[in-house]
């Protein structure tokens, strides 16, 4: 099993930051590794989605659902896709109407022993700059 998890004050606020997480069809704009990115369905709380990461060439598809408290905490879990195991979470601390910690952890496991040779590395990579990615859009969209 590999794990990551990484905790940042951010220059923007725990409701902004939520909202680009949640965004997830944006994701193949910001996030080099995600090819294409949709929601499938969504309540008040919870949503799926479909993910087609690139690594390297390799298109995998994944299915998640994704559990939320509005503006607080993402829970993201696999539905199906090339993974034995995933589950991430993001949380939103508010420090003040500009700033907030974010807290993001990751664990996963590829099912295939090959692609997990090809693409541990690859996935371990985009998920040690995760909170930068989403740090750096959030500048962006303050800006345009």
Avoid at 65 to 81: A, H, Y
Wanted: charged share 25%.
């Amino acid at each position: 099993m590999h794990c990551f998890e990484e905790s940042r004050e951010i220059g923007c606020s725990a409701a902004e930051m939520f909202a680009i997480v949640l965004d997830i069809e944006d994701y193949p704009q910001f996030l080099p590794w995600v090819a294409d990115a949709r929601i499938l369905s969504r309540t008040e709380d919870e949503l799926s989605a479909e993910l087609v990461a690139d690594f390297s060439g390799m298109r995998q598809t994944f299915r998640t659902v994704d559990r939320f408290v509005r503006n607080r905490m993402i829970e993201i879990r696999l539905l199906d896709g090339p993974f034995r195991f995933l589950e991430s979470l993001w949380t939103f601390e508010v420090i003040d109407d500009h700033r907030c910690r974010v807290h993001f952890s990751i664990e996963f496991e590829f099912s295939n022993r090959v692609l997990s040779l090809v693409a541990t590395p690859l996935f371990q990579s985009a998920c040690k700059s995760m909170v930068h990615a989403f740090e750096q859009r959030a500048a962006y969209l303050r800006t345009s």
